[in-house]
């Protein structure tokens, strides 16, 4: 019913920079948050970024001053640009999306992308 189509993954050296987009698509109302979370393997996945609806964002220590979250609520997608990127970035990306399905139930409903996977060379 709903789908998170994640692009923009890849391999870069360390320094360079990549963007990643989630559009999401199917039976939405609103969608109150979006979000980039990355997951090595053996590790838990863990948060990189997180905006509302009305822009407020989060980001992990780890990424801050150096990745930007940003969000087209009109095009329901979410964009990650990420700078500076070292190879301590490698991972699968995912995105994820908290939202409502009608405007006649505040019940929230929570979708991940199938991950793009991102790989520094150092």
């Known amino acids: 019913q709903v789908q998170l189509v994640e692009s923009g993954g890849g391999l870069v050296q360390a320094g360079g920079s990549l963007r990643l987009s989630c559009t999401a698509s199917?039976?939405?109302?609103?969608?109150?948050?979006m979000g980039w979370y990355r997951q090595t393997p053996g590790k838990q996945r863990e948060l990189v970024a997180t905006t509302t609806r009305d822009y407020n964002t989060n980001y992990a220590d780890a990424v801050k001053g150096r990745f930007t979250i940003s969000r087209d609520n009109a095009k329901n997608t979410v964009y990650l640009q990420m700078n500076s990127l070292k190879p301590e970035d490698t991972a699968v990306y995912y995105c994820?999306?908290?939202?409502?399905?009608?405007?006649?139930?505040?019940?929230?409903?929570?979708?991940w992308g199938q991950g793009t996977q991102v790989t520094v060379s150092s």
């Open positions: 994820k999306a908290v939202l409502t399905k009608t405007a006649y139930s505040t019940s929230q409903y929570m979708y």
């Open positions: 199917g039976i939405i109302f609103s969608i109150n948050s």
